[in-house]
T-cell receptor, first 109, second 114 residues
Framework: GQNIDQPTEMTATEGAIVQINCTYQTSGFNGLFWYQQHAGEAPTFLSYNVLDGLEEKGRFSSFLSRSKGYSYLLLKELQMKDSASYLC??????????WGAGTKLIIKP | DTAVSQTPKYLVTQMGNDKSIKCEQNLGHDTMYWYKQDSKKFLKIMFS???????INETVPNRFSPKSPDKAHLNLHINSLELGDSAVYFC?????????????FGPGTRLTVL
C-alpha cells in the first residue's frame, strides 16, 4: 500500500526553528508537496520538490531525499501565525496525489 | 478577489436528501478537483476534471457526481446523503492537467448529515 507518515502534532516556541518530517512509501515518485492549512481554512501551497536537496523560500525551506523516501519542512523565526497544520503530499507513478494526515504545529510565546 | 470560491460554506441536511455544492475559479485554470477531508484530516481526491477528461477516484460512490457547466465551474452533486458523507469538501484548481501543478484550494464546505 501507499503510505505517508508525519508526526501528528509538534510544539515549538516563537522565534525558534522547527523541522517537520515526512516519510513516504509510494508506487513511484513524481514530486512532493508541502501545504499549510490553518484551522477551518483551505490548504495553501508552500513548496514542491522533485529533485534531491534543499529549496529555500524565505523563512520556509523544504528538503527532499528520494533514495530515503524522506522530506522535511524547516520553519525559521517562528511566528504565532505559523500555528497550523502542515500537509505532505506525494505524486506517485500514476500521477495520483497521496496526502498525509498533516502535522499540527502549535507555537507558544 | 477570491481565486477559488465555494458555496455554501456550511451545509446541514437530513439523510436521504440530495444536495449540491458549487465551485467557481477565476484563475483561468484548465483543471478542477474535488477533495473530501474527513475528521482525521486526510485529504482524499474524489474527482479531477478538465474540458477533456473526467478522472474519478474509484472509491467514490456513484451517488457523487461532478457537473461542469463551463471551464470555470465544477459543481458537486450528492444523491441520497448518508451519515458518512459528513466532512469538509474542498474544491481546487490548477493551471494544467498535470497533478504536479500547484493546486489552489477553495475555502471548503462543511457538510453535516443528520
Amino acid at each position: 500500500g501507499q503510505n505517508i507518515d508525519q508526526p501528528t502534532e509538534m510544539t515549538a516556541t516563537e522565534g525558534a526553528i522547527v523541522q517537520i518530517n515526512c516519510t513516504y512509501q509510494t508506487s513511484g515518485f513524481n514530486g512532493l508537496f508541502w501545504y499549510q492549512q490553518h484551522a477551518g481554512e483551505a490548504p495553501t501551497f508552500l513548496s514542491y520538490n522533485v529533485l534531491d536537496g534543499l529549496e529555500e523560500k524565505g523563512r520556509f525551506s523544504s528538503f527532499l531525499s528520494r533514495s530515503k523516501g524522506y522530506s522535511y519542512l524547516l520553519l525559521k523565526e517562528l511566528q504565532m501565525k505559523d500555528s497550523a497544520s502542515y500537509l505532505c503530499a506525494v505524486v506517485d507513478s500514476n500521477y495520483q496525489l497521496i496526502w498525509g494526515a498533516g502535522t499540527k504545529l502549535i507555537i507558544k510565546p | 478577489d477570491t481565486a477559488v470560491s465555494q458555496t455554501p460554506k456550511y451545509l446541514v441536511t437530513q439523510m436521504g436528501n440530495d444536495k449540491s455544492i458549487k465551485c467557481e475559479q477565476n484563475l483561468g485554470h484548465d483543471t478542477m478537483y474535488w477533495y473530501k477531508q474527513d475528521s482525521k484530516k486526510f485529504l482524499k481526491i474524489m474527482f479531477s476534471y478538465n474540458n477533456k477528461e473526467l478522472i474519478i477516484n474509484e472509491t467514490v460512490p456513484n451517488r457523487f457526481s461532478p457537473k461542469s457547466p463551463d471551464k470555470a465551474h465544477l459543481n458537486l452533486h450528492i444523491n441520497s446523503l448518508e451519515l458518512g458523507d459528513s466532512a469538509v469538501y474542498f474544491c481546487a484548481s490548477s493551471q494544467e492537467t498535470k497533478i504536479t501543478d500547484t493546486q489552489y484550494f477553495g475555502p471548503g464546505t462543511r457538510l453535516t448529515v443528520l
